[in-house]
Every structure is written in C-alpha cells, then in structure tokens.
C-alpha cells in the first residue's frame, strides 16, 4: 500500500471533516471511523500510523458520554485526544491544534509520510478492491452522475470485465446525457454496459400522473424495479458497486450524529438479491471524487457536472409530464447551458436548468396568433443546497438565450427568469 493513514474516531465532535480536511491538507491520508472500533479492526486497516480521538458536542448520546475501547488508549499507535479536559489521553487538546503542532504530531510524532495524492489513492483502492472481490463479479448502477461515473472508472481500472454497469434510461436524462455515458463507458472503458432504454415504461406509468410527490415515488420505485429485473438476468453476481461518499455517510446520520437526510442508495433491493457492498469512495469529499475522476481519465465535462436530481427532468416538467413538453424541456436545457459554456458561467453556477410548467401561453408566430409553452430559467449558487441565491446573469446573456429558446424550440414562445431564493422557493420546482 502506497499510503500512510492517520485514523479519526469520531466521538461526537461536529468537526470530524475539518479534521480530517486538516490533515490531508498537510499530504497524509486520514479516515474517519466510528468511536468503538475495535483495536483488531484498527489494526487491519492499512498503514495506519496515528490516532486521534476526536471528541466534541455530541458525546453524550441518550445521557452517556461515548468512549473509546478501552484497549485504544495503549493500541501501539502514537494518540491524541481533541476534546474536552475529562479525557484520559495523555496528549490533550481542548480545541482543534494548530497546523504547526498538527504538523508535528503526524511528522515528528507518527512519523507519517506525506504521500497523499490521487495517484496515490487509486493505486490502494485498486489493490483493495482485488483483494475484496478476487475473481467474483460486482454489479453497479451506472447513471452517469459524478459519484457512480467515478466509481465505475474505478471499478474498470481494478477489475475489468468482472464489473457489469446497468445503465437505465429511464427517459428523463438531459439531451445526450445516456449516449455520452455509452460513449465514454462502452467504446472508450471498454466497459461491461447493459444499457436498458426504459423510456415507454417510465412515460407510461408516469402519465396523468401530477402531483410531485407521487412522479417521484413512481420514478425511484420504477428504477429499482428496472434494476432488479437487470440484477436478475445476470449470473453470479457477488458484489454490488456504489458511489457512496463521505458526505452521504454524515447525512445518514453517523453514531453520534444525527440524521440529516436518508441518502438514496439501494436499500430498496428485496432481501433475495444479497450482494455485499463494494464502497471504494466512502472516505472522499466531493472535490476529492472530481479528482480521482480526473486521474482516472474521466472527460471533465462528466466529472466537474452540475448536480442533477434523480428523477431527472421528470421534475422540471411540471405537473402530468407529457412528451411534447419533456422535449421542449429538453431542448430548451441543452440551449441554457451551450450559452452558459459560451460565457463562462458553467464554472460560475452552481446549478443552472430549464423549467416548463404545464400551461400555455398566448403568442404571435408567422403573424398568426399561436399559443405555446412557457419556459423558466433557474440559475442559483449555493454551498449545502440548504440554502440558494440567484445568480444575476447579465440581460445581454439572457436575451440571447431567449431569442435562441424561442427560435429553435416552436413550441415555447415565452422565457423568464427566476429571480427567488431558497428559502422560500427549493432550487428545484417540485
Ligand atoms: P431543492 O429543490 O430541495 O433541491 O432545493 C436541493 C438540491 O437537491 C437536488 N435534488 C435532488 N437530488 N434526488 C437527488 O439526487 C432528488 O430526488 C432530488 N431532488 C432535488 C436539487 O437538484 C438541488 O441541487
């Protein structure tokens, strides 16, 4: 293993990330683990070379301060202790060290090795995902987004063939959005693809269907569905692949912390279909992801990609979603963000999308008297997506895209911008 690793045990402290931040800053690897792992498990983590019990506002859960394994404190590896004077680590310190004493714990002190890079961290998942899967077959949904494009690279680099991507349609992808995934993952990855065009089945069960609570449960029950018929067809499948990060760990809810937000993996799966996880980017932060993607050769425009929520433009076509109107939010997206490249504001907003509500309005075409569909820019910036400001795009820019949308989308004759921020509007419309 190429990297050396300082462990973090996290016993209620808000400030794990910042920790661990701190620390891979300074060029060495560090992992964030539960508060009562055992010294064995400890031991067989990879390179470790320091610990640091980091403890903070949430030790106490259910009325009892949280401690480590008692064996922790005389493991062998060098320990400190982040929290408040009570702790029985002979290195304390009430708040987090500065660079200089961080600096020299992990150096003077473990006598770790700044060998933290991308580089680095590919070469070790690669070697520790062959030795988790040795010469079984692991299974991933593909959509394209970020995490599960970065860890499909992963998994092709480390195992080749043996990885089978699912990749389903479900016909609320941005325009070119699945055939790019075919293009980078089947012809330039020679990757194992089962790409399935689940289009007709998604718009069926989707029509007449308004209210956005009940599009959204159809998509994502739909999407399992889809995937589980997949998973079926395909033998001997040990493994199933995910792009799960560290972020998504802490939404969850950790043992000390609480739950933010479930995050949407596969929990869905019946009990019949048992696959034991393959999770090689559950210790990266979102900036970290986008440049093992660079380093794996992923194209930039997949990897620095603006978020995009599962059910797609599904909920960007407002109410019943009718074909007419997926494509004319389709097209009119496409134009939005080639104007948006053209000046430079893809690397400036955060997120940036077309919306079309289910109405028509009253226009003039040919100089007759047509009525067409409305179409909505939303352009907004954000750090969590808790909270969003507009972005204020310069009116040259937006009449450009409105003179575009107008000609070359017939059947919307109307654009506006969305001026509103989160709170009280969500970024997204439904
Ligand atoms: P709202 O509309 O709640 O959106 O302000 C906040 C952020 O979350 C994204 N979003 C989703 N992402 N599945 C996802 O993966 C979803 O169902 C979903 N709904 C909203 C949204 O695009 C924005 O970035």
Redo the contacts with the bound molecule.
């Keep these: 293993m190429k990297q050396d690793m300082i462990v973090i045990l996290d016993l209620g402290s808000t400030e794990n990330t910042v920790v661990a931040r701190q620390i891979r800053d300074m060029g060495v690897y560090s992992e964030i683990h539960p508060h009562d792992i055992t010294v064995d498990e400890l031991k067989a983590l990879n390179n470790v070379k320091g610990v640091i019990l980091n403890g903070g506002e949430n030790r106490v859960v259910d009325g009892v301060a949280v401690d480590v394994m008692p064996e922790i404190y005389d493991c062998g590896f060098p320990v400190i202790s982040i929290d408040h004077p009570t702790s029985k680590c002979e290195t304390k310190y009430d708040s987090l060290p500065d660079d200089a004493t961080m600096k020299a714990f992990l150096f003077d002190v473990c006598k770790a090795e700044a060998n933290w890079n991308m580089k680095n961290f590919v070469e070790d998942q690669v070697e520790l995902i062959r030795r988790q899967v040795g010469d079984k077959k692991v299974l991933l949904a593909l959509s394209g987004g970020v995490d599960s494009s970065v860890v499909a690279a992963l998994l092709i680099k480390a195992i080749g063939k043996q990885l089978v991507c699912v990749h389903v349609n479900h016909g609320l992808m941005r325009k070119n959005e699945s055939e790019s995934v075919v293009e980078v993952f089947r012809n330039q990855l020679n990757a194992n693809l089962v790409y399935v065009d689940a289009t007709d089945r998604f718009l069926g069960k989707l029509e007449n269907v308004a209210d956005p609570e009940q599009k ?1 449960k159809i998509i ?1 029950a739909e999407f399992i569905r889809v995937f589980e018929e997949e998973a079926r067809k395909l033998e001997g499948i040990d493994f199933l692949g995910q792009g799960t990060i560290y972020p998504d760990i802490i939404e969850s809810g950790t043992k000390t912390a609480k739950v933010v937000k479930s995050h ?1 993996n596969v929990g869905g799966l019946p009990e019949d279909l048992q696959f034991e996880l393959v999770e090689p980017l559950l210790q990266l932060f979102k900036d970290e992801v986008r440049a093992c993607g660079i380093e794996l050769g992923l194209p930039a425009e997949m990897v620095y990609r603006q ?5 797609g433009l599904g ?1 960007r076509c407002l109410g019943a979603i009718t074909r007419d109107r997926l494509e004319a939010l389709r097209e009119s997206d496409a134009i939005l963000r080639e104007e948006f490249a053209k000046a430079g504001l893809d690397k400036k907003v955060w ?1 940036y999308f077309t919306v079309v509500p289910d109405f028509k309005a009253v226009g003039v075409r040919n100089h007759e008297r047509s009525m067409g569909y409305m179409c909505v820019i939303r352009a907004v910036n ?1 750090i969590d ?1 808790m909270t ?1 400001t507009i972005e204020r795009i310069d009116y040259d820019i937006l009449e450009k895209i409105a003179d575009r949308i107008t000609a070359e989308v017939p059947s919307i004759n109307r654009v506006v911008y969305e001026i509103t921020k ?1 709170p009280v509007a ?3 419309f439904e």
């Design positions: 959204r994502g949407h978020p995009f929520p599962g059910p909920v997120q954000t997506a969003a989160k969500t970024i997204e």
